[in-house]
């Protein structure tokens, strides 16, 4: 069962990552869900792929009504990011999802129409879900060619999608780093062969260096927050990869 | 047995179906000319030929209606087992949660009933594909009547004769070839209703 847990909480402001599935099949890559909240409404971050559909609901059940849901953000097309799309559409057929402009034609193999779909240019998109004002910050060629990250200012909380994504041991499954130095070896190879551009990445990490990040949460493995952060920054700004590595 | 799988060997079965009403043709074709050459003693072997070559494209005919009623299938049956497993993932997630069943119940409903709807479109299919079939049987049977003909007629073709036999032999088998097929088809088409 997928574990629903508060990270961050501000009045009726909240973030909830579901994360760690340990009744998942091997055979499927393990993902993290964040819902993100003004308690009137919600927004829930590459929300997963079908087959972990029932998983993803039932713990976002535990802790939030599914039905004050308004907003899905895909941050690129990947399967495990948002092949589960029509099985929310069967639930909810007026869900918004937010997706680069790139992909607004292949997504809809997945599940949606037009009405479905809020583009975001490439440059990026405010955001809002109910109160609050979420920024897609665009992290292109890493490692899809139309990729956005989320970040959320007031509680500084970064949604970094596939950017710290690590492979962890079933051992290892806290969902916060405990120990940068060993957490990061489980984080590299995925780096260097997913992450296609230099140019990419460096434009990437002057970005987000500028911003002001409690947490960085990626898609797949353990949330970086404090030191680490920064960290995890210059760590990725110096790793060689993709066609650096041909 | 997988539907889809059934489904994707009837439609080679027609195909070949297809390429061999095309040879009764073209051997009818054929026929004709030798017949000609036979001269007046062989006009009813022309007349049988000329029936022949009807009777392929009226072969050719209904194994393309089979194939279009084929096409619609396909395409329902994997829009519905598209759905039947979005009906699954979301009773899973109704089996699991007390709040999920209550937030999913009108999406379960929805799906099923789609699937539902589907269902009584495919069997509708089914039928007609039944009567499409029913009726190539019996072609097949008046085909198999004019190929004996054939055999009848090719001894009135005077030095023509072996040669006109050879050909009415030749059809007689192609057109025994289809209505084995065609029974085949009828065979696998049951599965597919079952
Ligand atoms: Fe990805
Ligand atoms: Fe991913």
């Known amino acids: ?246 | 047995m997988n539907e889809l799988k059934i489904i994707a060997e009837i439609n080679e079965e027609i195909k070949k179906i297809i390429d061999l009403a095309e040879d009764i043709s073209l051997t009818a074709t054929n026929a004709i000319l030798i017949a000609r050459q036979a001269g007046s003693n062989a006009v009813g072997f022309s007349v049988v030929a000329r029936e022949l070559r009807m009777f392929s494209d009226k072969i050719a005919t209904a194994m393309q209606e089979l194939s279009q009623l084929i096409y619609q299938q396909v395409s329902i049956t994997a829009t519905k087992r598209n759905r039947l497993r979005s009906v699954l993932k979301l009773n899973q997630a109704s089996a699991r949660h007390e709040l999920a069943q209550t937030r999913l119940a009108s999406a379960c409903v929805r799906s099923q009933s789609e699937v539902d709807e589907m269902e009584r479109v495919i069997s509708n299919i089914l039928k007609s594909l039944q009567i499409a079939m029913k009726r190539t049987v019996k072609q097949c049977a008046s085909g198999m009547v004019i190929a004996r003909s054939a055999g009848i007629e090719s001894a009135h073709g005077g030095e023509m004769t072996i040669a006109l036999r050879q050909v009415a032999q030749s059809v007689e088998n192609v057109v025994n070839n289809i209505a084995i097929r065609i029974k085949k088809l009828g065979i696998q088409l049951t599965e597919v209703t079952a």
Request: aromatic letters at 12%; a negative charge.
């Open chain 1, 1 to 246: 069962m997928k574990k629903a847990t508060i990270i961050y909480q501000s009045g009726e402001h909240q973030w909830i990552a579901l994360a760690r599935d340990p009744e998942k099949p091997n055979y499927l890559i393990d993902t993290n869900e964040y819902l993100i909240t003004d308690g009137t409404t919600a927004l829930l971050t590459d929300p997963g792929g079908s087959e972990i559909f029932s998983m993803v609901f039932t713990a976002i059940c535990d802790a939030y009504d599914p039905a004050k849901i308004g907003a899905l953000f895909a941050s690129h097309q990947d399967p495990d990011i948002i092949s589960s799309l029509s099985l929310w559409l069967d639930f909810n057929p007026d869900l918004k999802c937010y997706l680069s402009r790139l992909w607004s034609t292949f997504v809809p193999h997945f599940g949606g129409t037009d009405e479905t779909f809020i583009e975001i240019p490439d440059e990026g998109l405010n955001i809002p879900v109910g109160s609050l004002n979420l920024q897609a910050v665009p992290a292109h060629y890493l490692h899809s060619s139309g990729n956005f990250h989320l970040y959320d200012e007031t509680a500084r909380l970064f949604f970094s999608g596939d950017i710290g994504a690590a492979m962890l041991p079933p051992d290892m499954n806290d969902l916060f780093v405990k120990n940068f130095a060993r957490h990061i070896d489980y984080a590299t190879y995925f780096h260097q062969r997913w992450m296609g551009s230099k140019e990419a990445k460096r434009v990437w990490c002057e970005r987000v260096a500028k911003l002001k990040i409690d947490m960085l949460c990626p898609q797949h493995g353990a949330i970086y927050q404090g030191a680490d952060v920064e960290r995890f920054i210059n760590w990725f700004d110096e790793l060689p990869v993709g066609t650096g590595l041909l």
